[in-house]
C-alpha cells in the first residue's frame, strides 16, 4: 500500500470523529448551522468511505476504519481528560475514565 492508499483509507475515520465532534458542539449550543455542518461531514465520510469500499474490498475498509476510529476517540478521550485535569485538578472519574478508555481500546486490537 503506497502513502496515497493510506491517506485514502484514513480519511473516512477522520472525518466521522469530526461530525461526531460537530454534534457535540450541537447537542451543547444547538443551531440549524452546526447540525447541517454536521450532515455535511456525515455525507462526506460515507462518499468517501463507499470509495474505500470499491477500491479495496470491503472487510478491508471496515476493519481499518474501526481501527483508525478506535485510536481516534481514544486519543479524544485521553487528550479531554489531561486537559481537565490540568484545569480542575486530578479527578477520580476522569482517571478511571482515562483507564477504562485504554482498557477498552487494547482489548479490540487484541482481537
Partial sequence: ???A???WLAAPPVVFVAANGVLHA???AGGVWVLAGALALFCVGNTLMVQVMRGSGLGLAISLSA???LLAITLMAGLI????AIRRGPSITGITMSVM?????SACHRK
Fill in 26 to 28: 450541537y447537542a451543547q
Fill in 1 to 3: 500500500m503506497n502513502g
Fill in 81 to 84: 481528560s489531561f486537559m481537565t
Fill in 101 to 105: 478508555t485504554a482498557a477498552i481500546s
Fill in 5 to 7: 492508499g493510506f491517506l
Fill in 67 to 69: 481501527v483508525f476510529q
